[in-house]
């Protein structure tokens, strides 16, 4: 073996085989070059390749090192390169019996365990915790806790003792200990249910096979000598990111002296999954003669970048000693950009790139653009489309974020449901090209028949399938044509399996699964494994329910849509890569952008987990430190892991604040540390306002854009937008060129828009009339229809102008029966009655519909709730002076010709004359005064007051009887205040008599019910 290019840490590293060795590998130091010349160095002095094992985390770093390895001395196939996991499993398989497993074990996904998880909820007695409306969240930190549990090879037995241990102790406990004590003991449960489900099915999870494989090897010395017997030699890759049950693992199966670890204690970033740093100091109490070596030599970046890292991970306390050079000269400095805004950033940011390739001859490829959250990358994916740069954007996305998947759930839900899904309708409608005026006169006819008789559901299917000739659509052959194969797909339904029913449904039923392969792009080949993923998490459904009906899981798949779903490695394509810091961790490019270095993004705001191991059951060396302080060292070392992927030039990047806040956002504590104003290896530059947000899309391709345009032309032409349409088509057609040629330089818009146009004379022939407005001009509308279109004008015009039904909520129905029984007990109280809580809960129990609540545990959970607002009504009431005058009015209030109407809760009359309106409110998030005093809602009510009793109401506001808030919240009314934002509703009303139906993006969009056919999607 030749050393000579190799320095001297290298070297040392290479050749050291006189007992345990840790290897301080930095950021570019030749880590893997060191390994694999481990390997040939231990082959050369006489090591059989078979008795050699390298462990590493991950598939790609197994396969990469394997393959250096065999390139490198051609017989690396007799060494063993695997995965924990993989290596473990293999271990269970081999001795399930000592185990007393199936040997045909099944491995089940994170996503199987979340379904599991809700689909049982109501079987694991939980005492202390409480079951929200949505427990997606809860059975993720459950399922997260018990992985907590598992990394320490803690079991359930051993909280249960714990718990029982510290309750009865006799000493003095704080209420917060207490309920932390018993919501472990909720976890306890939660974590025999899961054990005993894997056992009685034949599965594994990932963290299965670490603890089974642990115990096994601690607990049966045959199978321990045997296993161990297999090995003279073993490696550990990326050391720094194992957890305990992963270091007691090496522990079981080396003997000390035969045990090389390489790890960077400054790139440990994965303590969210169990990544412990403390984890180097463990080896050091395991191996007293350990020996460490450092790789000093950075490789990768320029000095500048080195050193200016090196000062900011420096402020980490109890890091190894190691000092990294550069062996690449100075270089440029680090460019620190302050933009106004966010939208600046992303802005200068993309300008900036098309700069460096246009300019500096850069390759797409060369540039990463890194943020510590994925959605936090979306608007620079955004900004560098405007400059038709092409982008890459990598990692974890959710299913349902991808336009097909939402194409093959709406199908689904048709198959499963058809009398209750016009959301799905609509969208499938808008895919196959119905306009909007025949989907609105289908949904008119629907509403019509649905009133007439609830048997019908939402009445669409029923007018699809006997009426459609009544409703007067233009396009009837296609609805027909519709209407058959989802008869057929219904039919297929009733003798196949739900993962069968779906395999039809997108390859033979449908074209979707065709339409991608005949396309043949990278996108349309992600587009098939996400399909494919879909196919999965049936088939996940059916294994958990051990074959269940299509329709319970249709009904099931918004569970698993919350989880991520890995969209792969970045790829090899010649693109700018925006992905997280975490996804860019073992790569690296010619220019780094790390954005958003502002508070809150990096670091983030530390949450505190739900369930942690409690520090009497955690195994291992634990450093005495507050988790905050533990958090913001983790993110710090992110941040060095991001400046540490740079080679040539590295740019920090944040803005002064983002949009939809009102206070600006300061820079990044870790700037500050490196003192980013005043160091001499800093550029600092200001980049200029941006005037103009750039779009938002989701994926960030041509091809996504090309998907985009296309789409939006079908759109304009059905909604008569022609001018948009044609120039939507313009754009296609210029992006179908880019795609041919990479460049527009022989592209004509002139020549591409010389057409031969249809006589006028034909073309008056086939006129048959204007379309008519889809708004109807005798239009009446309500506080909360104008509430919506200011919220969103697109979400308004599918509830209110084309009606497309949405499900039913259980929050509605909780709010229906507050609303109920408050009238009847107000009404009794008006008629001199006494309103006393036993006449509330009977009229209660009267209204309760127990079936629209998806589990018995959070009904009984909901009408405890109610019996507490109840509680609070009438404690209300018993202290009230005033006089209720009215419940649940109806009005209607003309505005300039807009007519109004609905219904106030209430409106009380105090001593002295005046009057007071309340709404009833059981959400959680009470308005402020501020917008009490510019809701729409109130200043309705407030004009209607005024016009049937002359006066304004002298206080209005909302009551809110939900028991972790219960309060009344009143403003004073003013006749300048009920005018600005009456100002406001007469404008609104305009817009939407002129169909001005812009989508407006805001967080909330992802629990929008029409979500699934929103044009942003």
Request: one cysteine or more; proline letters at 3%; aromatic letters at 8%.
């Amino acid at each position: 073996m030749d050393l000579k290019n190799l320095n001297a840490g290298q070297s040392k590293a290479i050749t050291y085989t006189d007992g345990p060795l840790l290897i301080l590998a930095g950021p570019g130091s030749g880590k893997t070059l060191t390994i694999t010349e481990k390997v040939i160095h231990l082959i050369d002095s006489g090591m059989l390749p078979e008795k050699i094992l390298a462990l590493t985390f991950s598939e790609k770093a197994a396969g990469e090192m394997q393959e250096r390895i065999e390139k490198n001395i051609g017989y690396g196939r007799g060494i063993t390169v695997s995965t924990f996991h993989s290596f473990c499993n293999n271990i269970i398989r081999e001795f399930s019996f000592d185990l007393g497993i199936n040997s045909g074990a099944k491995l089940i996904s994170k996503k199987h365990s979340n379904i599991w998880g809700i689909r049982n909820i109501d079987s694991f007695g939980f005492e202390s915790i409480n079951i929200p409306l949505s427990p997606y969240d809860l059975i993720d930190s459950l399922l997260e806790g018990v992985s907590q549990l598992q990394d320490h090879l803690v079991l359930s037995s051993d909280i249960h003792g714990y718990v029982e241990s510290q309750l009865s102790s006799g000493a003095e406990l704080a209420d917060d200990k207490i309920d932390t004590l018993l919501k472990l003991q909720d976890l306890a449960r939660f974590y025999e249910h899961y054990r005993q489900y894997k056992h009685n099915n034949g599965f594994l999870d990932y963290d299965d096979m670490i603890s089974m494989a642990c115990r096994l090897l601690e607990s049966n010395n045959v199978v321990r000598n045997k296993v161990k017997s297999r090995y003279d030699y073993l490696l550990v890759d990326e050391f720094q990111d194992t957890n305990y049950s992963q270091l007691y693992l090496v522990n079981l199966l080396a003997d000390g002296s035969n045990l090389t670890c390489v790890a960077d204690d400054d790139q440990c970033i994965y303590r969210f999954r169990g990544a412990y740093l403390s984890n180097i100091r463990q080896l050091q109490e395991y191996y007293q003669n350990l020996e460490k070596i450092a790789l000093g030599v950075n490789y990768r970046s320029t000095s500048q970048i080195v050193e200016l890292s090196r000062q900011l991970i420096g402020f980490n306390p109890e890091r190894e000693d190691k000092e990294i050079l550069s062996a690449n000269g100075s270089g440029s400095k680090v460019k620190v950009v302050r933009a106004p805004d966010d939208a600046s950033e992303a802005e200068w940011v993309a300008s900036e790139v098309n700069r460096l390739v246009t300019e500096e001859g850069l390759e797409p490829k060369d540039i990463y653009i890194l943020t510590r959250k994925r959605a936090d990358g979306r608007k620079f994916s955004d900004a560098l489309r405007k400059y038709l740069l092409p982008v890459e954007y990598v990692g974890a996305l959710q299913l349902n974020q991808f336009p097909i998947i939402q194409e093959a759930i709406a199908y689904m839900q048709l198959v499963a449901d058809p009398f209750n899904n016009g959301v799905a309708f609509a969208r499938i409608f808008g895919r196959e090209g119905l306009s909007e005026h025949n989907l609105q006169r289908i949904n008119v006819l629907a509403r019509r028949l649905s009133r007439e008789d609830a048997t019908q559901g939402d009445g669409i299917y029923s007018v699809l399938l006997h009426h459609l000739a009544d409703t007067g659509v233009t396009q009837e052959p296609l609805v027909r044509s519709f209407v058959r194969r989802v008869e057929e797909l219904i039919s297929y339904k009733k003798s196949h399996r739900p993962s069968d029913t779906v395999k039809h449904l997108l390859m033979d039923a449908t074209d979707i699964y065709h339409s991608q392969l005949h396309e043949d792009t990278p996108q349309s080949r992600k587009n098939i494994r996400i399909l494919n993923s879909l196919v999965g998490m049936v088939e996940d459904l059916e294994l958990v329910d051990g074959g269940s009906e299509f329709e319970a899981v249709v009904e099931h798949l918004d569970l698993v849509f919350n989880l991520d779903i890995e969209d792969g490695e970045s790829t090899d394509d010649n693109t700018v890569k925006v992905m997280t810091i975490h996804q860019s961790k073992g790569k690296e490019a010619k220019v780094v952008f790390v954005c958003d270095m502002a508070a809150k993004h990096l670091p983030l705001q530390h949450t505190r987990k739900k369930f942690t191991v409690p520090a009497e059951l955690a195994k291992g060396v634990q450093r005495d430190a507050d988790e905050k302080v533990l958090h913001v060292e983790e993110e710090r070392r992110l941040a060095y892991v991001a400046m540490t992927r740079a080679k040539e030039k590295l740019y920090l990047v944040f803005p002064e604040i983002y949009e939809g806040n009102k206070r600006g956002v300061k820079p990044s504590e870790f700037l500050e540390q490196i003192d980013y104003a005043k160091n001499p290896l800093v550029e600092f530059i200001e980049a200029p306002l941006c005037e103009e947000r750039c779009e938002v899309v989701e994926d960030s391709n041509l091809k996504r854009k090309r998907d985009e345009f296309e789409r939006l032309v079908r759109i304009y032409t059905n909604q008569g937008q022609l001018k948009q349409a044609v120039e939507s088509l313009v754009v296609v057609a210029q992006i179908r060129e880019l795609e041919l040629k990479g460049n527009l330089q022989a592209f004509d818009v002139s020549d591409f828009l010389r057409v031969s146009p249809m006589p006028p004379a034909e073309l008056e022939a086939l006129v048959d009339g204007r379309l008519p407005p889809l708004v109807d001009k005798d239009m009446r509308f309500s506080a909360s229809a104008i509430r919506m279109y200011e919220d969103c004008p697109l979400k308004f015009k599918y509830a209110y102008v084309l009606r497309i039904p949405t499900p039913q909520k259980t929050f509605f129905q909780v709010g229906t029966d507050v609303h109920s029984v408050f009238e009847q007990m107000s009404r009794l109280k008006m008629q001199g009655e006494v309103a006393d809580i036993s006449k509330a809960k009977k009229l209660l129990n009267g209204t309760w519909n127990p079936y629209v609540f998806d589990s018995k545990t959070q009904e009984q959970q909901e009408y405890s709730r109610m019996q507490k607002m109840l509680d609070f009504w009438v404690g209300f009431e018993k202290s009230n002076p005033n006089e209720t005058v009215e419940v649940e009015e109806g009005f209607d209030l003309n505005l300039d010709g807009a007519r109004f109407g609905g219904y106030i809760d209430r409106l009380d009359r105090t001593p002295d004359g005046d009057f007071i309106v309340i709404d009833y409110k059981t959400n959680k998030t009470p308005y402020t005064k501020n917008q009490l005093k510019e809701d729409v809602q109130i200043a309705v009510y407030c004009l209607a007051v005024k016009e049937k009793y002359g006066k304004l109401p002298m206080q209005a506001g909302h009551m809110y009887v939900n028991p972790d808030i219960a309060e009344l919240r009143l403003v004073d009314v003013s006749e300048e205040g009920v005018e600005t934002v009456a100002g406001r509703i007469k404008e609104m009303a305009g817009r939407i008599m002129g169909e001005d139906f812009e989508v407006r993006e805001e967080p909330n969009c992802r629990f929008c019910d029409y979500k699934g056919i929103c044009d942003r999607n």
